[in-house]
């Protein structure tokens, strides 16, 4: 499809293996395997969201896409396509060339990309000079008319400020304009909103929001918090224990989730009540790493499960009776009793919600 920005097919991660050279394939170096049949694209100007539990694969998915997996971590098999260019196997020097200007990343500990050192606003401007090869001056200006757009107040003072001088959300600001400065067209922002607290994490979120209207910015975003993504994303994907389990566009998924997992995920993340989030957990444990598992690997904590589920392994299928308008292909769910099962629709959604 001509549309689509990043293409993941069938990726599979293995963890904890010896720390070869990227190169250098998992099954001969060991290791187990995290991330296992990982599919999915985003395409220009869409958002797409990551859920699910601690260690259900999300991060590794997106370093994998990012070129910046942990050493001991390896993308065993599968293909990671970006706007044509396969990233699998590419070389350093073309990971710098994608990195910061066709792909930005933004992470949940601001902080820790940022010199103490120098002002946020030399950092910043340095991308622009970098980037976009901009002299001093434009890359001054650009730099604080991008600090304003988003939104942070008085930006020619921030612009001198130095990071410890400024708060967390403005520094998650800060780093997203780092992010974006070079105009990517993917923005990677894993659990980018985590540390905030929640009137920041809103103004974090209209940021990003904004970024994507003015620059048709497409948005790779994890969380385990599912209102975050919920707020954000057009489609979400819902991950459990190394695997994709549901995938959809985000007002579906949430209405009339497929997966019982994701109906679990949604009683207790109270979507839309931005008050009583992750007051709840879902009872029992994913399987650990590496866990050899035949069948529905969410079969030990699932209400519904019958002999047939343990029996073999169950694919992602596209749910038969979507709702018109969905495009053919874009529900997925991986039950083995998709179709059998009454499963509970959310709480009522709160008037005016964000879908
Ligand atoms: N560098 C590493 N070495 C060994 N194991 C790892 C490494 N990175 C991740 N893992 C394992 O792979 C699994 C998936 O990790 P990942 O970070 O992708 O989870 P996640 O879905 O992002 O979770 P969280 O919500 O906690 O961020 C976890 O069980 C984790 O322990
Ligand atoms: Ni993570």
């Given amino acids: 499809m001509p549309d689509d920005l990043l293409r993941v097919e069938d990726l599979n991660i293995t963890v904890g293996g010896a720390p070869f050279g990227r190169r250098r394939r998992a099954r001969d170096v060991g290791g187990v395997p995290a991330v296992q049949g990982v599919s999915f694209t985003v395409r220009r100007g869409e958002a797409v969201g990551f859920v699910g539990e601690s260690g259900s694969g999300k991060t590794l998915t997106c370093r994998a896409a990012l070129g910046v997996l942990a050493p001991g971590c390896t993308v065993s ?30 992470f949940q500990d601001p902080g820790s990309y940022l010199n103490p050192s120098h002002t946020v606003g030399r950092q910043l401007a340095e991308q622009f000079r970098i980037k976009v090869g901009h002299r ?8 604080i008319a991008l ?12 612009y001198h ?20 400065a070079g105009e990517p067209d993917l923005l990677v922002a894993d659990e980018a ?31 385990h918090d599912l209102a975050v993504i919920a707020q954000l994303c057009d489609r979400i994907l819902v991950f459990y224990a190394g695997e994709i389990v549901e995938a959809g566009p985000t007002a579906d998924v949430l209405a009339n989730p497929r997966h019982p997992y994701t109906a679990a995920l949604l009683r207790v993340a109270s979507v ?24 529905c690997r969410f079969a030990d904590r699932c209400a519904f ?3 047939a589920c343990r029996a073999a392994p169950v694919e992602l299928r596209a749910v038969p009776d979507a709702p018109a308008g969905t495009p053919g ?8 009793r998709l179709g059998e099962i009454e499963l509970t629709p959310r709480v009522p959604e709160r008037a005016g919600a964000p879908a």
């Fill in 161 to 180: 400020q130095y990071p410890h001088e400024l708060s967390g959300g403005m520094l998650q600001r800060v780093v997203l304009a780092i992010a974006v």
């Fill in 329 to 336: 292909g874009e529900r997925f769910a991986r039950c083995a």
């Fill in 272 to 295: 839309g009540d931005w008050r009583r989030r992750e007051l709840d957990v879902i009872d029992g444990a994913a399987p650990p790493v590496g866990a050899r598992i035949t069948g």
């Fill in 77 to 106: 098999s599968g293909e990671i396509d970006f706007d044509g260019t396969s990233l699998v196997d590419l070389p350093r020097r073309r990971w710098d060339g994608l990195r910061g200007t066709r792909i930005g990343a933004v």
């Fill in 193 to 223: 909103t985590t540390a905030l607290d929640v009137t920041v994490q809103a103004e974090v979120l209209e940021a990003l929001d904004l970024l994507r209207a003015e620059r048709g910015l497409a948005i790779l975003a994890v969380s």
């Fill in 147 to 158: 600090l304003g757009t988003l939104g942070l107040h008085q930006p020619e003072l921030v």
């Fill in 136 to 143: 001093r001056r434009e890359a001054r200006q650009a730099a």
């Fill in 305 to 307: 499960v019958t002999d």
